[in-house]
Structure formats: structure tokens, C-alpha cells
């Protein structure tokens, strides 16, 4: 099964996806249990609150399903991804960062085998 990604028409300026996150989703890598990459309608309703709560225009593409940890990009920096604790206070949101998606990823299957 193939899930459906954010498109540029859900967006209010140029975002481009990391390449990475394309590659995972095209060979279905998709549950990483805790970590799940979101489907566009879920990603769209997490966008607009996120939007909602902070500045920084924060694009979310996976969420951790045993705590409010959310994947995200920021527009212009497809390749560094930003982990929000959303619904943290704005300014303490932000609870880390990795350099690239496969950075991320790889933390990501770091999860899933330390995950019970």
C-alpha cells in the first residue's frame, strides 16, 4: 500500500521533500514502529495546527505514535529535519535536530529495534 505525501498546493510557499523521504515511502518503508511517516490527510491536519501553534513554518512528515514527537522539515531546508514536541510551549519546542533525512532515519530505526 502506498500512502500519499504532502503536495505543493498544501503549502503557502516553494517546499521541496527530502529526496530520502520519497525513496521510503516509494519502497513502502513506511511504519518504523514508533515512528510512522504520515499520509497526506493526517500530515495536512498536523500542518495546520502546527501552523497554528508556532512561527516557524514547521512541515511534518512522521510522528511518533507513544508521545507528541513529530517529524518535520522546514521550507527551504528539505534535507534537516527538525523533531517538535507539539503542543510544547513556542520556544521549547524544538527537541532535536538531524543534519539529513537518512540521519533522521537511521535514529528512526534505532527506535524500532530499541521499541517494546
Not at 505525501?5 to 519502497?27: C, I, N, Q, R, Y
Not at 511517516?37 to 507513544?66: E, N, S
Amino acid at each position: 500500500m502506498t500512502i500519499s505525501l504532502l503536495m505543493a498546493e498544501d503549502f503557502d510557499e516553494p517546499v521541496t521533500l527530502p529526496t530520502g523521504l520519497l525513496k521510503v515511502v516509494e519502497h513502502n518503508l513506511i511504519d518504523l514502529t514508533p515512528w510512522h511517516i504520515m499520509p497526506r490527510d493526517l500530515a495536512l491536519v498536523r500542518l495546520k495546527g502546527l501552523r497554528q501553534r508556532y512561527r516557524k513554518k514547521y512541515v511534518p512528515f512522521a510522528y511518533r505514535q507513544d508521545n507528541d514527537d513529530i517529524a518535520t522539515m522546514l521550507p527551504g531546508v528539505p534535507d534537516h529535519v527538525v523533531i517538535v514536541h507539539d503542543f510544547a510551549g513556542e520556544g521549547t519546542e524544538v527537541v532535536c535536530e538531524y543534519g539529513s533525512f537518512w540521519e533522521w532515519f537511521r535514529a528512526a530505526v534505532d527506535d524500532l529495534i530499541a521499541f517494546d
